[in-house]
């Protein structure tokens, strides 16, 4: 899954909204209303702007905030946009859109966008609301709203689509429920073991991801880069991992951060198990516990036949404590990084269900 972020276009950029509204496949949800906006084709949904409109409209409603909101929806590996999010105050309550193109949907970004507009409307620009109007048709739409938070009301509007009756509802997100739920979020335990709690990554943690990674005695155990890591680039991390199988572990006891597990790669048959934890709590028994712990949950909860993983030769404590764990030696590949004035080989391990 790519990282999704929100980036406030300049004039130069308008070509990409002009072109979205001109598509066809895009735009087809917006087709067959009774909308009374200048260069809207009920037949297909576009809407057909001249670059001057473009302009103008640019001028009353972007960076206008905190009452207006609008932002191109990006993603890591693709140049262009891939569409966009906004909100406006109307009626003392901030309606709010967001259109991503054709070839994009279906894959995630949509639901990843609409996390990044809270943020900005809720924790940047502190309004109290956001609200929105879906088709009930629309189910697909409507899950993406609830499972970024948003719950429906018993507002509902009636439009013609067509000449058939169409019935929208509303569906609202405050302030208030937005920090309930990212509260709960945040601390939500996934799973346990004896002596640890395991919770997805979170931006709470970023100071304790920083300082474990840039340990260099973690670094060398890792790669043999000697990148030092930024808040950006745990932040980013942070954002990239939301949906995958990557988890903090918490101290029971001392509520104390413990390192990061995770299960990367996962097929229907197996995954690549990854695992770092800090200095503090390194050699006391919690690196056996949690890999047992991520193993079990790969073989019952999501159903794995294998777990794999790569460890550096040089690391012979990690070695011992995944061989006594059950991992068996699948392959070497000699001599791929050079550590401490030594080649270092890459040992390929495998646990069976």
């Not at 809720?122 to 948003?150: C, T, V, W, Y």
Request: overall charge neutral.
């Amino acid at each position: 899954m790519s990282y999704v972020y929100l980036k406030v276009p300049d004039k130069k950029d308008l070509h990409y909204r002009i072109k979205w509204m001109q598509d066809n496949k895009t735009m087809s949800y917006n087709a067959g209303y009774e909308i009374n906006v200048k260069g809207y084709n009920k037949k297909t949904g576009t809407i057909t702007k001249t670059e001057e409109e473009m302009i103008a409209w640019y001028d009353n409603f972007v960076l206008q905030e905190p009452d207006k909101y609008y932002a191109y929806v990006y993603i890591d590996n693709v140049l262009e946009p891939i569409g966009e999010v906004y909100y406006y105050l109307e009626h003392d309550i901030h309606n709010m859109g967001i259109l991503i193109q054709d070839q994009y949907r279906g894959k995630g970004y949509g639901y990843f966008a609409l996390l990044e507009l809270e943020k900005i409307a809720f924790q940047k620009n502190g309004i109290h609301e956001l609200s929105d109007f879906i088709p009930m048709e629309r189910i697909g739409a409507i899950n993406i709203f609830k499972k970024a938070g948003f719950v429906p009301t018993n507002v509902k509007q009636k439009e013609l689509k067509f000449g058939k009756e169409c019935i929208s509802e509303q569906l609202l997100l405050t302030k208030e429920m937005y920090d309930r739920r990212k509260v709960k979020k945040m601390d939500e335990i996934v799973f346990q073991s004896e002596h640890i709690n395991y919770i997805k990554v979170s931006d709470k943690y970023i100071k304790d991801y920083l300082k474990m990674m840039n340990n260099p005695k973690i670094r060398k155990l890792l790669s043999a880069n000697d990148k030092v890591f930024t808040y950006e680039d745990e932040l980013n991390w942070v954002k990239s991992s939301r949906e995958k199988i990557q988890f903090s572990m918490i101290d029971k006891e001392s509520k104390k951060f413990i390192g990061n597990i995770g299960l990367m790669d996962v097929t229907d048959k197996g995954a690549e198990m990854g695992i770092t934890i800090t200095e503090e709590f390194q050699n006391k028994h919690y690196g056996s516990e949690a890999i047992e712990a991520i193993v079990q949950y790969g073989f019952e909860t999501l159903g794995l036949e294998e777990i794999n993983l790569i460890v550096f030769s040089h690391n012979e404590r990690a070695i011992h404590c995944y061989q006594k764990l059950g991992f068996v030696v699948e392959k070497v590949e000699k001599n791929v990084a050079r550590i401490d004035n030594r080649d270092v080989d890459d040992i390929y391990m495998k646990r069976s269900k």
